[in-house]
T-cell receptor, first 113, second 117 residues
Framework: SQKIEQNSEALNIQEGKTATLTCNYTNYSPAYLQWYRQDPGRGPVFLLLIRENEKEKRKERLKVTFDTTLKQSLFHITASQPADSATYLCALDRSSNTGKLIFGQGTTLQVKP | GAVVSQHPSWVICKSGTSVKIECRSLDFQATTMFWYRQFPKQSLMLMATSNEGSKATYEQGVEKDKFLINHASLTLSTLTVTSAHPEDSSFYIC?????????????FGPGTRLLVL
């Protein structure tokens, strides 16, 4: 069955450093992959979408890579700030562009001042 | 950007009662909305797809008679948890498809926390 895995352990880093989060998937060939941010008690907020033919995508301090051979996406936050502390979710569309998303369990990032 | 709202934001009810949760797309029309459920420290799990003007489609293991979905207009979908029980206590989140920067993506509501006593 389709499976998405994120590092369930919390990631603690110092302010100003780069945070790198990993998303691995199996039994799947997605056309694109999405990253969301979720704060406690809130719904997910869309951050970035990367397509299978894109190796890398950037948005301000965010960078996402997508390696379809390794079946892995990396999510980077450069010059991290305490306000970046949240849970980050990766998600795949279950089949081509249906909007039916499968989410990873999320990785909680804590940026310390 | 597109905004999706939910009401109520939280609800406490007695076991056996029914609870209705509303999901609205505030500045765009959504022919399709999705309902997810999230238990503590777990990921979001898709429950059903709500289609305007037609029946909802449910994911495997989700009881359609227990979780009634109505998508009466292009901006409103409702989820009714019928005869709620403590195991239904969860965080319910809806989403709607929209276009941002030329790309279709999902906009999520703020979620509704349900506690069944």
């Amino acid at each position: 069955s389709q499976k998405i895995e994120q590092n369930s352990e919390a990631l603690n880093i110092q302010e100003g450093k780069t945070a790198t989060l990993t998303c691995n998937y199996t039994n799947y060939s997605p056309a694109y992959l999405q990253w969301y941010r979720q704060d406690p008690g809130r719904g997910p907020v869309f951050l970035l979408l990367i397509r299978e033919n894109e190796k890398e995508k950037r948005k301000e301090r965010l960078k996402v890579t997508f390696d379809t051979t390794l079946k892995q996406s990396l999510f980077h936050i450069t010059a991290s700030q305490p306000a970046d502390s949240a849970t980050y979710l990766c998600a795949l569309d279950r089949s081509s562009n249906t909007g039916k998303l499968i989410f990873g369990q999320g990785t909680t990032l804590q940026v310390k001042p | 950007g597109a905004v999706v709202s939910q009401h109520p934001s939280w609800v406490i009810c007695k076991s056996g009662t029914s609870v209705k949760i509303e999901c609205r797309s505030l500045d765009f029309q959504a022919t399709t909305m999705f309902w997810y459920r999230q238990f503590p420290k777990q990921s979001l799990m898709l429950m059903a797809t709500s289609n305007e003007g037609s029946k909802a489609t449910y994911e495997q293991g989700v009881e359609k008679d227990k979780f009634l979905i109505n998508h009466a207009s292009l901006t409103l979908s409702t989820l009714t948890v019928t005869s709620a029980h403590p195991e239904d206590s969860s965080f319910y989140i809806c989403s709607a498809s929209g276009v941002l920067g030329g790309e279709e993506t999902q906009y999520f509501g703020p979620g509704t926390r349900l506690l069944v006593l």
